[in-house]
């Protein structure tokens, strides 16, 4: 059910049988003999075209939809800082503070709210160069790939010249290169392309291979993330003083790791360590657009007293992603501190908690909403 897959394959298939089978050819020959012949199979085909996309499009339009307000957010993201980019793994910042401006400046549509989410990666190669390494890099990446199918074009090689095209359409709404095989497998067919048959390019190959390989045999986690299970058995069954204890031990090798950091995060507050859990959330939220960070941060300031910088957190989270209810019940039960109750405030989280539609229905809203109800009676009707 891969969208992305199926146009990519379809595409380079074309591609191959167009050079491989002649079709060029026996089109300008047609073209020349019955002209009105051509252009009915090329209005024929182009209606097959659209109807096929708008098909393909309304399959999964909620997932379509989404990657296209993706694609809008990572553009605005882009254009803060078009020549430098913000660095090697620096797209969920980028992405999470652009989302955040777009929400909290109120000109959105309510499908853009619905489908709005916390994506790893842009779905979509191209933009995730521009983000991460600047547009300059994002034009040296794709020249190469050009010239690297204009060489193989020449040589003849179709077949690696189709493979090549497939995940060049395939990165366009789909993230392949965040993976190391698809990331080696480009790297073989981009050689494949330009070498020729002397002996130093195949050396040249060979010697490729050989560092790609040594950067992933150094680069290997397996046995980390072996320890990192063994710890998630503890966070997970409520043991935090052990946990923490091994979370402090892989923090140095962990640190990188969003799902880890976070684990760590919110293991600290249930043992008091207010100020740790906010200073290794507030490292978590530069590897994650993720606003369960700022809700989490937030509940430790509150814990603390510091009303006013739990209040920006859980707005930070409700900006970032105005479709949850979760952040609008903390905002409520913050507001009915007594020494920080602000009764228009309160009262306006708690319309959002009751009336607010999710995406699912769940236990957990019904119970949320429950707990609201309760103390809205307490705070709004004192005995």
């Known amino acids: 059910m891969s969208r992305s897959a199926w146009l990519a394959a379809g595409i380079s298939g074309l591609f191959v049988a167009w050079f491989q089978n002649g079709w060029g050819k026996a089109l300008k020959q047609i073209w020349h003999k019955n002209k009105k012949k051509v252009v009915l199979w090329g209005v024929s085909g182009g209606i097959c075209l659209f109807i096929g996309l708008a098909l393909i499009f309304y399959m999964k339009k909620d997932s379509a939809n989404g990657r296209l307000f993706m694609w809008k957010m990572s553009l605005n993201a882009i254009s803060e800082r078009p020549l430098t980019g913000y660095g090697s793994g620096g797209f969920p910042e980028a992405y999470g503070m652009a989302q955040e401006a777009y929400f909290a400046a109120g000109d ?74 698809f990331i080696v497998t480009l790297i073989v067919m981009l050689f494949s392309c330009i070498t020729g048959s002397k002996r130093i390019w195949l050396i040249v190959f060979s010697s490729g291979i050989a560092l790609c390989s040594l950067f992933l045999w150094k680069t290997d986690d397996y046995e980390v993330s ?23 031990s892989l923090y140095p090798i962990l640190k990188n790791r969003a799902e880890s950091m976070f684990e760590y995060g919110r ?74 109750f602000q009764l228009d405030k309160f009262e306006y989280a708690v319309r959002m908690v009751m009336e607010k539609e999710p995406k699912v229905q769940s236990t957990a809203i019904k119970e949320m909403r429950e707990e609201i109800r309760k103390l809205q009676e307490k705070n709004l009707n004192p005995k």
């Open 267 to 340: 293991c600290l507050p249930k043992l008091g360590e207010y100020d740790a859990s906010i200073d290794i959330l507030q490292e978590t939220s530069l590897l994650t657009c993720d606003p369960m960070v700022f809700n989490i941060i937030g509940q430790s300031y509150q814990m603390k007293g510091e009303y006013e910088e739990a209040e920006k957190l859980f707005l930070r989270s409700v900006h970032r992603l105005p479709g949850r209810i979760y952040p609008y019940y903390l905002l409520a039960k913050l507001y009915a501190e007594p020494n920080f």
């Open 226 to 248: 072996k320890k990192w299970t063994r710890v998630r058995m503890f966070y997970n069954t409520g043991a935090y003083e052990t946990a923490k204890t091994e979370y402090d």
């Open 108 to 181: 959105y549509a309510e499908w853009e709210e619905h489908v709005a989410g916390s994506p790893e990666y842009a779905f979509n190669e191209y933009l995730q160069i521009a983000i991460e390494w600047g547009i300059p890099a994002f034009i040296i990446c794709l020249g190469l790939i050009v010239f690297c199918l204009w060489r193989g074009m020449r040589l003849g090689r179709i077949g690696i010249c189709g493979g090549i095209i497939s995940l060049a359409v395939f990165s366009f709404s789909s993230y392949p290169l965040q993976l190391p095989v």
